[in-house]
Structures are given as structure tokens and as C-alpha cells.
């Protein structure tokens, strides 16, 4: 693929053209949802001029078109792409992932120290910081916004503070507040991960009085510290947020960014090339060459944290037999999945951790691509499980693109006809979100096409939260979507996370990810650079370590 640096002829510009004169035919009058009165009330620029390319000329708006609207704002509660990402917007931690991802740095609090034993850990918080509802930050609404996920009978918690009980229930005992600007976490044991959790969204510091007001539709109406405040949220349409004049810290330079939904990746490209948007993500992989070569937009790309991947339901036969989840991955084609449904921008998986994360492990045993293999490790397992080669199972998938899944139904029936070629029959069930996450924790399928993108450049945020057999338990709040449960793997995830020293560290995750590679609970397919598409006025947009687009900083050239 030409780079975007590369100055190309006006041939083959025209060329590029043309293939967007030919999609916006094809998709007729789709282009209505993102309308003119939709731009002039996002910008409030009614009948103001408008450039060449189809854009209105102010700069104190900014219009993200994505593939999906948040399900809600309550950070501790929902953690889907769309809704972290607004919520990042709108609420801080005590402390945030540095741009590279290294290392955290100060954010509400300003310092910390930890007790020699590793289990305490003082933080000093930062002064003269208010909510968007004018109240103050201190150590009180610390502890509230701990308390609320830690104590089951806090009158303010919810039952689907999800991420809290699958990564903190265990580590964090009870917070104190030792002062109006200290508080204190005591932890049950050593955790070398906690720092950099420490900077994930559950664990955003929220206003307890906007809680207190709200209830569970806090949700609907979120209050935090951040750079931007929130406006409106009109649901199935667009989030509206502002700039928080009462920031703290350097001003948001934008005075509000929108976050629409449009559904449909072509539909977002054209609202991009027209100016009805400024930023599009899940740009369909065919189609970021267009952009790279169109002089009005520009790619902003990043190597990506994530894993897509098929989990096999390991509590139900005949998943439960290794030589049949062997069986698939030897059936699943995912070289030529990677050439032509990601058009190259990922790599082949080979493990749950992605190539560019410490500890990664090349390593590990392969199932290189072999119907023939497949077909006899199903014939050897036939008599041992209840294999019916009758029998239509079901492979569940996402209808709404991913980042590490840009077109999920393509990539799922790839995997359906290669699994047909070995003798065994899927249907095929393909669920919008929420609806799909909520029937796959559920164990409603045989087999499920998923990922997940790091929230913290950690291996703890792959291999305990997606293979630990503390998340497979069947529910709401189940990670582990194979269920794969060995007490082997756990229990090195446990020791790696009570060691600080990385050398211990990375040999434990790569006897968990050789014991994971046996069991082959999974199919790993890829890991997906991500690139987002925009404007080329847009400028400073980059994405962070964490796969999220932070806004702050982002402006758009008079």
C-alpha cells in the first residue's frame, strides 16, 4: 500500500476518485444520515460558508463518525469501545498511561508512595480541581467512587460493575481517607499490575453528588473532571460534549467534539470525503488506500494492542474434547483472512498476546492450516464426545465492526466455510452490540468470534482477564468466553501478578501461554493495526497506547 507521505499523479488520484463516485452511487441516499441540519446544529454555524471540498470552515467543532452509539456513560459500568471512549473524555483517574504506554504519570493525584510490603498505597491528591457540576474534588469523592464498586451494600452500587469484580474484586481490600487530599488503598497482596490499572476507566474518579442525584442514571448523565463536560446524549444518533472552561489542567482546544452514529462503513467514508464529518473510524481495509491517496484526508495509524480470535465453549460437548478444538484451529484458514479481509493491516495470530507486547511468546505450539489433520483429530475424538456430524452448531459474531474486527460477518463466514470443508456445520448468528456480548457471556454459543483491544499495555490485560478461570464464570460478567478453566494457568497469572521484577514476570506468562497452546481453547486469528481516517485539517489527533483517541489536544486548521 503507497504510504500517505508519497506524492502521487493526478492519474492516479483520478483513479481514486472515481472508485468514490461509484461507492456513493451504490449507496444511494444512505448519505441522509449525516444531513446538512444535522452539521449546523452539531457546529451551530447555521449558513455559514462552505469550502470546496464540502466542509464547513469553522474550527470550534469537531464530528467523529463511528460504527455504533455508547450504551452508557457510567464508567464503572460499561465497557465497550464507544461508551469508554466518551467516558475518557469526561472523566480522570488518579493517574493516566503516558502517551508511549510505558509508564503512568500524574493525573488527580500528583504523588503516591507504596508501603514496602506492596500492600498500601498512598496517594496525594491535587488541589483546586472541580467536577463539571462546580463540586469539589477531594479524597471523599475518591473514596465514593471506590466504595460504590468495592462494598456489595454500598446503596449506590450496580450489579453490572463488571470490570470492578473481574479486576479489582481481588486486589483491592478498602480504601481510607487519610486527609482532604490523601487517601490510602490497602490491597490484599502484592499486585504488580495495579499502577497501570490504576489508569483504566472502572476506577475514573466521578462526582458523588451527580450519583447521588441520579441513581443508575448517572449513566444517562455523567459528571466527572475531564477536559470535556457532557451535553447530550440523543440515543441512537449522537453524544454531545463541550469544553470544560473549569479544567484544571490545559484546556480542551475544540469547543465540543460530537460523537455520531453511522452504522455503515461506506456511508461514513462519503459523510468524511463530503465534510459532513471530520473523523471516521472502521474504515473498511479496502478502502484506506482511497483515503491514503485522496488530498483532502489523511490515515492516522497505530500498531494496535488487541486480538481477534474464536473461543470454543469448553463447558459443552463436544469443545470439551482438546483434540476437537485442535481439530479447528487446524481448520481455520487465517493467512488468507488476514490478505483479504484485513487487506494486510494485521498480522497472523499465534497467541492471545500481540507481537509488539512484552512477554509475547513466538514460540508456542503452532496448528499451521491442514484439513487433513483436522479431519483425522475429528475421526479420533468421534467415539470419545458426542461429535453428531449431523448436528448444526452455532458460531456466534458481532454484526457491528470492531477495531480488531472491521468486518466481522465476512471474517466469520471464512471461518464457516472452512470448518463445512472438515464436516462440521455452523449456523451462523450474527447479534448487534449489546445484544452480542450479553449472549456469549451468557454461553449461548458453540463457538463465538470476538477480541479485544488492551485497556493498559500490560499481558495481565490478555492472558487474566480473557483466560483466568476467575472470569469464566457463565453470566454478565464472564471475559474468559471459552470458559477455559485449568488451575495451571490461573495460578502462574496469579504469581506473575505478585512479582514486580519483569524477568519473573515474563517467564510465567510464557509457561501460561505454552499450557493455553496446548489446550487450544481458542483460534487466535489476527492482531489489527488500527488507523482512523480524517480530515486533513485535523490536526494533533493521535492514538493512545490504550487504542483510544484522546480529544484534548485535537484541533482543526483555520
Known amino acids: 500500500m503507497p504510504s500517505p507521505g508519497v506524492r502521487h499523479t493526478v492519474r492516479t488520484y483520478a483513479i481514486a476518485a472515481v472508485s468514490l463516485a461509484a461507492l456513493a452511487l451504490g449507496i444511494g441516499a444512505a448519505f441522509t444520515a449525516c444531513t446538512q441540519d444535522d452539521l449546523r446544529f452539531f457546529s451551530g454555524r447555521s449558513g455559514s460558508p462552505t469550502s470546496s471540498s464540502g466542509r464547513d470552515r469553522g474550527t470550534d467543532t469537531l464530528i467523529v463518525g463511528r460504527a455504533a452509539d455508547v450504551v452508557g456513560m457510567d464508567p464503572a459500568r460499561f465497557a465497550e469501545n464507544e461508551s469508554v471512549e466518551v467516558c475518557e473524555q469526561v472523566f480522570e483517574h488518579l493517574v493516566r498511561l503516558r502517551t508511549d504506554g510505558q509508564d503512568v504519570e500524574p493525573a488527580l493525584a500528583t504523588a503516591w508512595e507504596i508501603s514496602r510490603d506492596g500492600k498500601a498505597y498512598t496517594f496525594h491528591l491535587r488541589k483546586d480541581v472541580l467536577f463539571h457540576d462546580g463540586t469539589r474534588f477531594d479524597a471523599e469523592a475518591v473514596r465514593f467512587s471506590f466504595e460504590r464498586q468495592l462494598d456489595k451494600r454500598h446503596p449506590f452500587r450496580m450489579s453490572d460493575f463488571t470490570y470492578w469484580d473481574n479486576n479489582f474484586s481481588t486486589v483491592v481490600r478498602a480504601i481510607e481517607v487519610i486527609d482532604p487530599l490523601t487517601v490510602r488503598l490497602y490491597l490484599y497482596d502484592r499486585s504488580a499490575p495495579l499502577m497501570a490499572s490504576l489508569a483504566m476507566f472502572p476506577v475514573s474518579i466521578v462526582s458523588p453528588t451527580a450519583v447521588k442525584k441520579w441513581g443508575a442514571a448517572f449513566a444517562e448523565h455523567p459528571v466527572g473532571t475531564g477536559p470535556f463536560r457532557f451535553v447530550e446524549w440523543q440515543k441512537g444518533d449522537r453524544v454531545l460534549l463541550a469544553r470544560w472552561d473549569g479544567y484544571w489542567g490545559g484546556k480542551a482546544k475544540l469547543a465540543s467534539v460530537v460523537f455520531k452514529n453511522i452504522p455503515d462503513a461506506r456511508q461514513r467514508l462519503v459523510a468524511l470525503e463530503g465534510g459532513a464529518i471530520d473523523v471516521a473510524y472502521g474504515i473498511l481495509p479496502e478502502e484506506l488506500q482511497f483515503v491514503a491517496l485522496h488530498p483532502e484526508l489523511k490515515l492516522v495509524r497505530s500498531p494496535g494492542q488487541n486480538v481477534a480470535y474464536v473461543a470454543m465453549n469448553t463447558q459443552k460437548p463436544p469443545w470439551t474434547d482438546a483434540r476437537v478444538r485442535r481439530a479447528v484451529n487446524h481448520a481455520v484458514n487465517k493467512v488468507p483472512i488476514v490478505s483479504l479481509v484485513y487487506q494486510g493491516n494485521a498480522v497472523p495470530a499465534s497467541g492471545p498476546v500481540p507481537p509488539t507486547l512484552w512477554s509475547y511468546d513466538p514460540d508456542v505450539v503452532q496448528y499451521p492450516y491442514d484439513p487433513d489433520r483436522a479431519r483425522a483429530l475429528l475421526a479420533e475424538a468421534a467415539s470419545a464426545v458426542q461429535l453428531d456430524p449431523e448436528k448444526r452448531y452455532k458460531l456466534y459474531a458481532p454484526a457491528t465492526p470492531r477495531p480488531y ?154
Open 405 to 558: 474486527l472491521p468486518d466481522p460477518e465476512r471474517i466469520a463466514r471464512a471461518i464457516q466455510r472452512n470448518l463445512e470443508d472438515v464436516g462440521l456445520h455452523f449456523e451462523l448468528v450474527l447479534l448487534p452490540f449489546p445484544e452480542f456480548p450479553t449472549a456469549v457471556e451468557h454461553g449461548d454459543h458453540d463457538l463465538c468470534l470476538i477480541g479485544w483491544t488492551a485497556d493498559i499495555p500490560d499481558p495481565d490485560n490478555f492472558l487474566y482477564q480473557l483466560l483466568s478461570r476467575d472470569n469464566a464464570v457463565v453470566g454478565e460478567h464472564a471475559r474468559n468466553l471459552a470458559f477455559y478453566r485449568n488451575a495451571n494457568v490461573s495460578g502462574l497469572l496469579q504469581y506473575a501478578q505478585g512479582t514486580s521484577i519483569r524477568a519473573e514476570r515474563e517467564d510465567y506468562y510464557r509457561q501460561a501461554q505454552e499450557l493455553i497452546a496446548v489446550d487450544a481453547p481458542w483460534v487466535p486469528l489476527a492482531h489489527a493495526a488500527l488507523a482512523v481516517a480524517t480530515r486533513i485539517d485535523v490536526q494533533d489527533l493521535a492514538i493512545h497506547a490504550s487504542s483510544l483517541v484522546y480529544y484534548q489536544t485535537v484541533w482543526i486548521k483555520p
